[in-house]
Nanobody
Framework: FQLQAFGGGLVQPGGSLRLSCAAS????????IGWFRQAPGREREGVSC????????YSTDSVKGRFTISRDNAKNTVFLQMNSLKSEDTAVYYC???????????????????WGKGTQVTVSS
């Protein structure tokens, strides 16, 4: 299992970024994928997730209406489009999965074994 998150950077409040999570080494289109984030001094938070087929998605309340998760199973990639970014979105963002993982609300990634290296998102003027 290999996951690699990229696309982070420095953006001004109100700006946009698109994160990508590229996967390899497993049957990608049979796995739900989650995006998580962790800011300094704060606990890890589940941001968004998407089912294996892409027909089920979930986003935490703080990003609803601003972030959109999608996937391209032909390219083994999950995307997180982040619009109207706020300073409180500043964090390291990770994508993750596991054999038992399903896209359901209120998960923070406990017990998940397969994580991509995070990508830093900084929202600042």
């Amino acid at each position: 299992f290999q996951l690699q998150a990229f696309g982070g950077g420095l953006v001004q409040p109100g700006g946009s970024l698109r994160l990508s999570c590229a996967a390899s080494g497993f049957d990608f289109d049979n796995y739900a994928i989650g995006w998580f984030r962790q800011a300094p001094g704060r606990e890890r938070e589940g941001v968004s997730c998407i089912s294996s087929s892409g027909d089920v998605t979930y986003s935490t309340d703080s990003v609803k209406g601003r972030f959109t998760i999608s996937r391209d199973n032909a390219k083994n990639t999950v995307f997180l489009q982040m619009n109207s970014l706020k300073s409180e979105d500043t964090a390291v963002y990770y994508c993750a999965t596991d054999t038992w993982y399903r896209c359901v609300p209120n998960t923070v990634g406990v017990g998940m074994d397969y994580w991509g290296k995070g990508t830093q998102v900084t929202v600042s003027s």
